[in-house]
């Protein structure tokens, strides 16, 4: 089993991950949250 996430941080077929509208929403979405486990519970819920 391979432990790097690298894998599943990858834009996909059905994850536009470096579509730059996707990008800009998600940094905006975070502005003035801190920490990456918060940042992360942001753009999850």
Do not use: C, H, T, W
Not at 16 to 45: F, H, M, Q, T, W
């Amino acid at each position: 089993m391979n432990d790097s996430p690298d894998a599943y941080l990858q834009p996909g077929r059905f994850v536009d991950s470096d579509d730059p509208g996707v990008i800009a929403l998600a940094e905006k979405s975070v502005i003035g949250i801190n920490g990456e486990l918060e940042r992360a519970l942001a753009l999850y819920y």
